[in-house]
């Protein structure tokens, strides 16, 4: 049985719970369920803290867990990326009250408040920089006026919570961070239960960001046609009863599809559908 890790609360959680669902997984009924089994996909679910779960993975006790890609740099647990999720994206960032800092060169000598003490202390180092790191829970932001910190580093998002604050982001990001599948540094990539259950998430991925294109064209267009949607292989084409027209069917990026469809229209293609894609196996 596979044994996954996936968060129990926070921003991963939610998402994480619903792309394991589209995916044809078994989820918790309750928010307090602490472990689950899924007898007929043979997975184990254990709904653990985000923070916690590159180490659990490392330890070997876990095959594989969700988590973020700044959380597992975080927490230097012996676990490597094997698939980015596309949710819970957020970058991480220096940020100071107007004027405190204009890069990470001026941090030297100053005070940084983060809960994210791993990222910090190792991009410093890189960096050379000699500055102290405070350790905080969360709500790093409310540590300057309250004079714990002159300089914070955190999640930004939005940046309404670092606006609510009055502070502003100073340097370049420290690093791009989304929710992440980890399995241990070194584990069988080979796994046929992993490798399963990476094809189902991909499947999800897939069929959120593609939308299924149908339409009809005459034989002369087709070859413009076919280089508006191209496909993920190569688009299907069938004959229509009517001579001298096809129907062609193809993926296509759902965030590109009414573009394409307008193209189509201008070089004569006509009865051009859009159809959601539910799940796939590329
Ligand atoms: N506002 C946000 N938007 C997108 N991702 C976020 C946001 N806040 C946190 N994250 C991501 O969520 C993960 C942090 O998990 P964590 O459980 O700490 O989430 P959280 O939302 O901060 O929850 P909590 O503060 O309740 O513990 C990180 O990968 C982080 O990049
Ligand atoms: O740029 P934004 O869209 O405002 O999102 C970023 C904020 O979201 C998270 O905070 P959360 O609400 O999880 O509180 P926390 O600081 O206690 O973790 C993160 O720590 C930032 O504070
Ligand atoms: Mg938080």
């Known amino acids: 049985m596979l044994r996954i890790a996936v968060p129990n609360k926070g921003s991963l959680s939610g998402p994480a719970a619903e792309m394991l669902h589209e ?21 184990e679910f254990f709904y653990l803290r985000p923070r916690d779960i590159a180490i659990y993975v490392s ?5 594989i867990g969700i988590t973020g890609r700044d959380l597992l740099i975080d927490s230097g647990a012996s676990a490597e990326e094997i698939l980015p999720l596309g949710f819970a994206r957020s970058t991480f960032r220096f940020a100071g009250k107007p004027g405190t800092a204009h890069d990470t060169g001026d941090l030297v000598g100053r005070t940084v408040a983060t809960s994210y003490e791993g990222i910090v202390a190792k991009h410093l180092a890189d960096k050379g920089i000699d500055a102290s790191v405070v350790h905080l829970d969360g709500a790093v932001e409310t540590a300057i006026e309250l004079g714990v910190a002159e300089v914070i580093a955190d999640v930004v998002e939005t940046g309404t919570s670092l606006r609510n604050a009055g502070l502003e982001v100073f340097g370049e990001p420290i690093m791009k961070s989304e929710a992440i599948v980890v399995r241990r540094t070194g584990a069988d990539a080979k796994d046929p239960k992993v490798q399963q259950f990476l094809r189902r998430l991909q499947g999800v991925l897939v069929a959120r960001t593609y939308v299924m294109m149908d339409y009809d064209c005459r034989v002369e267009q087709l070859e413009k ?20 027209w096809v129907a062609v069917r193809a993926m296509v990026p759902s965030k590109e599809a009414q573009r394409i469809m307008d193209d189509l229209y201008d070089i ?3 009865a051009i559908l859009t159809t959601a894609i539910h799940a796939c196996r590329l």
């Open 23 to 43: 995916a044809g997984y078994q989820q918790r009924r309750e928010s307090k369920e602490l472990r689950i089994v899924d007898p007929v996909n043979e997975v």
């Open 59 to 63: 330890s070997g006790r876990l095959d």
């Open 225 to 244: 046609a076919v280089a508006l949607t191209p496909g993920l292989e190569s688009p299907t084409v069938s004959p229509l009863h009517n001579e001298g």
């Open 268 to 270: 004569g293609a006509r």
